[in-house]
């Protein structure tokens, strides 16, 4: 549902003020004209591994970073980096962050390098080097000119986080959320997340991930022949899950079998096998029917393995655990609010085409906890996340992060009286 042509008015004409504001507007020509600074801090932020868990050493380097561009900046007791941007920089705040943490990470510093074409390649070097860079470029634009302290409403966070990937289980945005002594403080989130213009995601998608472990006794693969095996249990699990969830109806949902392990050598019947599995959904109840629905393929598959060995009179039955080890909130920023309101003015202003999407980012938290929040990209190219082959390319950079400049407008300024 759009909004009213009116009030669409009244919008542009705010962001255009914004846009030709003596300071704030002034910036906007930061994001072209140090394209080569930003796409230098890429690059060297890049080189310094950071995958989950081990997000330390890069949030150092980002920290002396944004110490240099003025802000008075900590490390917060989850790990986050947390830079206050500007004079008398007090709540409420406005926060901007970006996930500190990668799925893969360069061995050396040579595996972040530049193709002949210009693309940036390399471990994170998009997801999210991307959303990092785009930090301290805002926070280097603050120094070209900004709005004072008596123009603003609210006052502008930094915040580098942890725990977005994988197992990470948001950690870090849920600290800042519920813990920090910042929560209650911070009244929007932009959150930048990989590269691009092209979307918006207000609507977090949920997900629920577990492991699961079959343990036995193991033995010879000859001699011990027909003792219980966890891989053959796990391998049941495995079919009969997926098997019914490819026939399922019902609001879109999806599951992952991202991890297998177990057993030691080929002539051995393994005494253990362990799978980790990603369920999500648009909708938390399809979500918890199939982790039900997991629960109950665990227990058949366990059952009929042990019936076997029964059958035969043997030894060697095996058990099953099933643990839940990371579980992601769902939540949906509302239609009328007025920071959505923001970021799609603001995309009419620069000409801009994105959508509303769904998906799973640090946004989870605040929107699940009814706090306005978006997640977006920083501008640029980039593809294959998650894998070796991992690229960005900076073409398009400063648009994008002229419209994260805008919206952070839009969320300071005070309104006119």
């Known amino acids: 549902m759009g909004l009213p042509l009116r009030f669409r008015s009244r919008r542009s004409l705010a962001t255009a003020a914004l846009a030709d504001h003596s300071g704030w507007g002034q910036s906007l020509k930061f994001f072209s004209r140090e394209r080569a600074w930003i796409s230098e801090r890429h690059l060297a932020l890049c080189r310094v591994a950071a995958p989950t868990f081990f997000e330390q050493k890069r949030a150092e380097w980002i920290a002396a970073e944004l110490d240099k561009l003025g802000c008075r900046v900590e490390l917060d007791r989850a790990g986050n980096v947390v830079a206050r941007v500007g004079e008398k920089c007090q709540p409420p705040y406005v926060a901007l962050t970006a996930h500190l943490d990668t799925v893969l990470a360069p061995r050396t510093p040579e595996d972040i390098r530049v193709a002949p074409d210009g693309r940036f390649l390399g471990p994170g070097i998009s997801d999210n080097g991307a959303g990092l860079a785009g930090l301290l470029a805002v926070a280097a634009a603050w120094q070209e000119g900004a709005l004072r302290p008596e123009e603003?409403?609210?006052?502008?966070?930094?915040?580098?986080?942890?725990?977005?990937?994988?197992?990470?289980?948001?950690?870090?945005?849920?600290?800042?959320?519920?813990?920090?002594?910042?929560?209650?403080?911070?009244?929007?989130?932009?959150?930048?997340?990989?590269?691009?213009?092209?979307?918006?995601?207000?609507?977090?998608?949920?997900?629920?991930?577990?492991?699961?472990?079959?343990?036995?006794?193991?033995?010879?693969?000859?001699?011990?022949?027909?003792?219980?095996?966890?891989?053959?249990?796990?391998?049941?699990?495995?079919?009969?899950?997926?098997?019914?969830?490819?026939?399922?109806?019902?609001?879109?949902?999806?599951?992952?079998?991202?991890?297998?392990?177990?057993?030691?050598?080929?002539?051995?019947?393994?005494?253990?096998?362990?799978?980790?599995?990603?369920?999500?959904?648009?909708?938390?109840e399809r979500m918890d029917d199939l982790s039900e629905l997991l629960t109950d393929a665990v227990e058949r598959a366990l059952a009929a393995e042990n019936d076997r060995v029964a059958r035969r009179k043997l030894n060697g039955r095996v058990t099953a655990k099933i643990r839940e080890i990371g579980s992601r909130p769902g939540g949906k920023l509302h239609e009328s609010a007025p920071l959505l309101a923001a970021i799609r003015d603001v995309d009419a202003h620069l000409g801009l085409r994105s959508v509303m999407d769904c998906a799973s980012t640090d946004a989870n938290i605040p929107l699940s906890l009814g706090l306005p929040a978006i997640s977006i990209g920083a501008g640029g190219q980039g593809g294959g996340a998650h894998t070796p082959a991992e690229w960005f390319h900076p073409d398009g950079r400063e648009v994008g992060l002229r419209r994260v400049w805008l919206t952070l407008g839009h969320l300071l300024k005070a309104p006119a009286e």
């Open 152 to 284: 603003r409403s609210a006052s502008l966070l930094i915040v580098a986080n942890v725990g977005e990937e994988g197992e990470g289980n948001l950690s870090g945005m849920r600290y800042l959320c519920r813990q920090s002594p910042l929560a209650g403080e911070i009244t929007n989130f932009v959150v930048l997340d990989g590269p691009g213009t092209d979307h918006i995601t207000a609507h977090a998608l949920g997900s629920r991930r577990f492991e699961i472990n079959f343990n036995g006794p193991g033995g010879h693969s000859w001699s011990d022949q027909g003792t219980g095996n966890p891989v053959h249990a796990l391998s049941t699990v495995i079919a009969d899950f997926t098997a019914s969830q490819s026939e399922a109806s019902g609001p879109r949902a999806s599951i992952n079998f991202g991890l297998i392990e177990g057993g030691a050598s080929i002539n051995s019947i393994p005494s253990e096998a362990r799978a980790k599995v990603d369920i999500r959904s648009e909708s938390v």
